[in-house]
């Protein structure tokens, strides 16, 4: 048999075999080959390698979609030296996402345009490079999500959706206040995912303004319990990187941490 028919039968066999990232550098291993620049080793490996690549490019994109990360921030564009209350070692650190096995937390507070939603993105993006599953949203989405689910008599799917990621992010809590009946359902999401799954949270607000946001001291306090108990703080005192430009309309901007964060529990399970 000619080369060019056992090069068009082995191109016929990797499109039956729905192959198309080894079937598109055939062409170039075979000029590599005949050029000798390569081995018949080499090439079978490069061949094979072609489509595993593909099918991993195809499963972080599939991955992503699900996520419903709203933009991809990775920590090589994030300037720290723009943000130094920020200890950029804690940072690392978690990229490395012991957290994540350990179901740990993460909360980061800070005004606005400090740079929250970017690191935790990026937290969610690195997640999703190791195979993790991640799902985001803000803190009203996935209260209007909860809303009408129990509307649709759909509420414990919901929760469980909510159960099985490795990491949920919920950002922006503090921008918008939250009903009464949201209160209570994200206190149930907090809890099925309490020491089984992590979770990254973002705010504008200090802790001891989260009574005001959900509208009920006792449940706030309850949440967070349970989110501080195995908890990494980065608590972000700076400027907005977006009013960079602007540095004289810059509003004061700092978010107060009580030293409640460090307190053991001490709420008791009344909402249990
Ligand atoms: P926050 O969630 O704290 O309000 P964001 O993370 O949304 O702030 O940041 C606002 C914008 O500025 C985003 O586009 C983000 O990527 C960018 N940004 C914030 N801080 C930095 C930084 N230190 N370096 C680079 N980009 C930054
Ligand atoms: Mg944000």
Redesign the pocket.
Known sequence: MSAAVTVSRLKSHLADLSMPGSLEVVDGLMEKLDRGSLSPAEAMEQLISAQVVLKQEKRLAIAMRSSKLP?V?KLD???????PS?DHSQILSLHELTFIERKENVI?L????????????SLAVAAIERGKRVYFSTLSNLVLMLIEAERKGKLREKLLMLRNPALLVI??IGYLPIPQSGTNLLFQVVNIRYEKGSMIL?S?KSFKEWGEIFGDAVAAAAMLDRLLHHCHLVN?K?N???MRQYPNLALPNEVTVPAQHTAKRKVEKKLN
Do not use: C, M, W
């Open positions: 933009a921030k564009s994030f300037d720290f030296t723009f943000q920020i980061f800070g005004p606005a345009g400090v740079g929250k939603t970017h690191l935790a993105i950002d922006e973002t504008n972000i700076g907005s990187y977006r």
